[in-house]
């Protein structure tokens, strides 16, 4: 399947919020307490997103027939997360497939999308987290080469930080 990113515009916000909150539901109803603000997310998270998109880091990702897989934000720097770093590096946020994609290896490909694009830019790693209240995601990313190298706590929770050498 051919994957194509579309720069999010700030008029899709309704749609960006759509994709998080049909996200938390699937999530939630594996029992896995990861998420579940974006069911009526916080103001915080809305201007995060706002953020997000002024700055033109949120895409969808569509099949080369427009039908819409799911979205991801894709930053040059996360000081939230990682904080100051020297390193060259893609930081990869938010990545949601929607549930009629999931088990087709799309999450796979999309990282492989944006590890090609890091490349291309000189990047020496691709970073992301994940939520420590999804053990199952955090297996995901490990399966896919990323390593473990550190945890950050926010309030809403803490997270495992990975990131894999380019």
Known sequence: MELQFKQIQISDKANVLALFKETAEK???????????????PQEKIAW???????????FITTKNTDLVGMVRILN????????????AKYVHSLVVKEEFNGKGIGAKILQEIEMKAKKEDCNYLRLDADTK????????????????????????TYQLYQKEL
């Open 49 to 59: 997103v706002e953020e997000g998109i002024q700055h033109k880091e949120f895409f």
């Open 27 to 41: 999530i939630s109803k594996k029992n896995v307490d990861h998420w579940q603000y974006w069911k009526n997310p």
């Open 134 to 157: 999804n053990p199952k995601l955090c297996r995901y990313y490990e399966n896919l080469g990323f390593k473990k190298v550190g945890s950050k706590e926010l309030p809403l929770s």
């Open 77 to 88: 720097e996360d000081k939230l997360y990682w904080g100051p770093q020297q390193e060259k």
